[in-house]
């Protein structure tokens, strides 16, 4: 399954990340890397935008790029 | 004095600028970049025999981005001068901040890590082992806190010690695999020689194995690359079958994690596991699924209530104080024409302008406030699917609630976008955000149109309907002229954080400062050229002929109205008159007269001067009522209100001021982009004018 269908508060593993390398890189700098624990915590009414955390900060994201993380239940 | 030049370098968020100003004690300067116009801030500091310049240079986080801004950062550090840098890192987001650090410790200079915010990072039972840190990287690992300014000193005594001292190099460990590759080259260069001062062997073999441009420049001139390349070729091979990736840069990156995760294994202690943290707390408020929205635009709402309100106290001072300076002034100067320049010239004109700084106080203190806070991002996270389908970004609200202080930082705050049509579609709806610089026409004209009660709402809507035409402005622009692939949307949410009182003192100060400066420089001589223009040539032909008119009647209040037409009558024989007439037609369909026709094109030059020429057109015109000499009762009286609405809406749309054109121009690199801004905007501005006038002439 992917992060755009996590439910909040679900804790998951990232297992892999489909994105193009310029958003893979961003990504990484920003803590997102296979193999971390990653929580929704937040999400816009429509759920155009999802707050995660991730490591010990979080980071926002669109939901188009949450499809691009595949996760697995921790 | 030795002088020590220190480079701030750290992720966003990370405290650097307190940091910097905790070490300083409070003489931070904001300065411009030579070259580049970022701003950097410089502190000073004297320690008996060195002197110590701190360049605080803009967050970033990671040295392998391109976004615009990141670059300032990286070419400061590639080839700036410095002596060593200090790597500042949130202590509580070690394995995050420590991405970067890896990256800076790879450029082999003097270095320094400070782990800051300490004190938080203990409340949250964070627990950094510091000495083990430093022994581990090689270098010194420091722990302070810019709050508490616990261990400041310890920090700068390490950087003098660490000065003086040859380079230690920051010890980064790669996997077995990739270290005996390095080696293999390095044994080579060794072998033949070679050698690249200051650069050691090391350095430059892992240059070459991560292929940095900058090392294979150095070295491509060397005839040895000859033999070289056939080493690295293999050396290169052999890495990426035993990483199973064919991407140096994925390489890189995995290669710093996986020497990050074994040192957040060794130093790093969370005691208590994650728990629910007041920045969650407030989350779950501010970033609600229903209440966030209507608490965003409450709290915009209420800043510009502030401004109008708040400002409004001082605002009757000053007034009436340049009022009374005019007066006392002029009562002394005997010779006619100075004391013209001088009242009704100069401190009209500076006065008017000087008038209106609380307002921009508090417009930049809340946008300061929105900074540093930590909200403008969760703002950036709830207008994102909003703005997305007007086809901006959620990062434009970055640049976008800047262009409320001033559209010049806010074309560079744009550099955060990283997709060019993103970036330009951005620039252009910046000129909808009102500038500060318009604040004083919005206020002016409030006052004078409406109740006091409504004109703070008055404001809101002017700058909300100014917010709004921007997103249809968006709309169009992205389905005709920027069209392409959005960027995606990640950005960090920062912890919440109260702000240093200092430190937003700081930037508040330094933009009035700014402000007041540009009163006394700009606006002075715009003044003074618009006082010039506006009194000469002198008519005597009228002068004499009204002389004798109002000689021979006896009626005072004729005497009064006929003083009146005789002013008016003269100034439009003057060159401001003259230019005036030849424009009027353009802007006759707004119902502007000639006089704010000329304030409109006046405004071209700084939208304050808007004000200051009404002021300086109105004070020469008017003398004669002297019972109601406030600018605000003269424009009441002097302009319709479907002709005032007008021109609100002109002002609110048209053209930047120059200035911020010659950055829109040089941000955007286009003669081409910067020739439609012109166009476009001053279209935009005409035909809505224009239709808000007849509405309103039709209405009444």
Redesign the interface.
Known sequence: MDLSQAKKSEKLKIVNIK?Q?????????????VGKEVEV??????K??I?I?I????????L??AKLIEVEAY | MKKIIIALVGQPNVGKSHLANAMSGSNLKIGNFAGVTVEKAIARLSTGEHEVEFIDLPGLYSLEDFAADEKVTKDFLLKGEYDLIVNVIDSTNLDRNLMLSTQLMELHKKMIIALNMDDEASKEGIEIDDRNMSKILGIPCIKVSSKTKSNIDTLLETILHVEKNPIQLAKLVYTDDVEEQLQNIVKFLDDKHFSLPPLTNKTVALGLLWQKREVYALVHEHPLYIELQPILNQALGNVYRYCECDDIEEVITAQHNAFISGLCAEVLHVKKPKYQNITQTIDSLLIHKLLGLPIFIFLMWGLFQLTFTLGQIPMDLIESSFGWLGETVGASIENEALKSLIADGIIAGVGSVIMFLPNIMILFLGIALLETTGYMARAAFLLDGFFHKFGLHGKSFIPLVTGFGCSVPAYMAARTLKNKSDRLLTMFIIGFMSCGARLPVYVLFAGAFFEEEMAGNVLFGIYISGAILGLIAGKILRITAFKGEDEPFVMEMPKYRLPSLKLLWFVVYAKSLMYIKKAGTFILMASMLIWFISSYPKNTLIEEQYTTQIESTLNDEDKGSLQNEMREKMMEMTYLGMLGKTIEPVFTPLGFDWKMSVATMSGLAAKEVIVSTLGVLYSLGDEVKEDDNSLREIIASNISFPSAMAFIVFVMIYLPCLAATAVFAKEAQSLKYTAYLVIFTFATAWVLAFIMYQLLTLLA
Not at chain 1, 41 to 46: A, H, R, V, W, Y
């Open positions: 994105a390398a310029m958003l893979k890189k961003r990504l990484s700098t920003l803590g997102v890397i915590l937040e999400t816009t009414i429509q155009n935008t707050k955390a490591g010990l900060g979080s980071i926002a994201l669109r188009d790029e």
